[in-house]
């Protein structure tokens, strides 16, 4: 990978952590919703997606560096990893929070006045092993979604 591209890489995920702390920051003290009020519909949802993605930027910027220091970032196709594996982390941690909210994933969320810390923190869990979580959800929904099987029939 050529030197460059590391440089944006890094500073690509470092903005995507930092900036969504900042961008937690302005939800949580309405910063936003002054500048743009429509927000106030979708600010739980937007606690989903900026938790999605400081988790998926923090475990790609763990991987980029870790790579980095054992000098293994020498396959340049590898770049398309650290770029969109944090953007898809974002999406997949708001669905993830919907599917549980909605009862299809079993998780029971303690409810607390205003403030869905168990949901942020599996939008959280879900943003850093969102590959995983992927995983599991294509399993599920192969089970969910397999053709029924005939019984056999004894033969006379």
């Known amino acids: 990978m050529k030197r460059w591209l590391k ?13 969504s702390f ?6 949580w003290t309405g910063r936003i919703e002054k500048w743009i009020p429509e927000v106030s519909k979708i600010e739980i949802f937007l ?20 790579h980095y220091m054992k000098g293994e970032l020498t396959d340049y196709r590898k770049w ?26 079993l998780i029971q969320f ?3 006045e205003d403030t869905p810390y168990a949901q942020i923190s599996i939008a959280f869990f879900v943003g850093f092993g969102f590959n995983r979580f992927l ?3 294509n ?18």
Not at 22 to 27: D, P, R
Not at 91 to 105: E, F, K, P, W, Y
């Open 80 to 105: 398309i990893m650290y770029i969109f594996y944090p953007i898809f982390a974002t999406g997949t941690a708001v669905v993830a929070v919907t599917l549980i909210q909605s009862g299809i994933l």
């Open 110 to 112: 303690i409810e607390y």
């Open 139 to 156: 399993a599920v929904s192969a089970k969910l979604f397999q053709p029924e099987q005939e019984t056999d029939k004894p033969s006379n």
């Open 7 to 19: 440089i944006v890489i890094l500073i690509y995920l470092s903005l995507l952590f930092f900036g």
């Open 22 to 27: 900042i961008a937690v920051g302005m939800l």
């Open 47 to 66: 606690y989903y997606f900026f938790a999605g993605a400081i988790g998926g930027s923090l475990r790609h910027l763990y991987m980029f560096c870790s």
């Open 135 to 137: 995983n599991k959800l």
